[in-house]
């Protein structure tokens, strides 16, 4: 057999990149985007791009993405193959280390030709070290499914000391049912998890003033709500309630404040994840009137 070469891209060979065609069925292409337009609107560096080729024939490809000011990749959008000892060898090779968020469509399980491309997928990527990190409910809204209704139980405030906002993240991850969050608390502590929400906000585009704390009429802090736009478009950034003041459903308040707040903005869609096993934050969307867009498999 021949041997595999792989290397990233130059300036000029984003055709060698496309040579491969799109898996129609999961990942970014079956949601209608495309590499070649997201490349020339400057979503990807030629050095983040890669492939592995064998007899000049593209094998496996991937292409990470990263923000304007990232020295570093934030994610692993692309990453398809017909030789997956090739894909998982390229994704060793390769320098770079992101999430991989694979997508899929909300009934991926049902239609056994996507759910053979995702295991394909899932298993090439394992093979070359990255974990899997659970499934995620990705919900897209638009004005057509209508505003949640304000139930007008809390107050709503700006905080502008980062201090501040870093200890309610504090106090929210206590008893987090996002597992993103609690793998962080267990590998390093419930500061380190606090700081990495902290940064993560902080690196939107989206004016900070944005955020806001929610309180009850008697003053007590009941959770914090971050209503974003990403590089792309809005999305609610975070939705979390301090553990004192769980069961009574406040993620759906700060859910409804939030879409309000994009809305007013001049929002014509708003997207926002959860974890599928966290039954309290997908009862809030259902209520908010949120449909499933998508699924989404995490490696790391």
Known sequence: MTDLVIR???EDESHLFESMPASPLVGFAAFGDSFGDMAAQG??????IWVALRDGKVVARAAWWGGPGDSRPATLDWFDFTDAQAATELLRTAPLRAQYMLKLPPDWRENPAVRAEADARVAAASAAGLTPQGERNHYRWTPGCGLPQRPGRLRFLPEPDDAVILD???RIHRGSLDSQVRR????SGIDVAA??????????????????LAHTPDGELAGLVAPCRNYTAPLI????????????NY?????AEATHFLAAEGADCVTAGTDRANTPMVGAFLRAGYPVAQRRIDLI
């Not at 962080?184 to 590998?187: F, I, L, N, R």
Request: aromatic fraction near 18%.
């Open 8 to 10: 990233h891209l130059a």
């Open 43 to 48: 979503e990807y560096r030629p050095e983040w």
């Open 168 to 170: 309610v993240f504090r």
């Open 184 to 187: 962080t608390v267990e590998a």
């Open 195 to 212: 700081q990495e929400q902290l940064d993560y906000l902080l690196w939107m585009p989206s004016p900070r003033s944005w955020w806001r």
């Open 237 to 248: 950034g975070y939705v979390g309630v301090v553990p004192e003041q769980r069961g009574h």
């Open 251 to 255: 993620a759906y308040d700060l859910l």
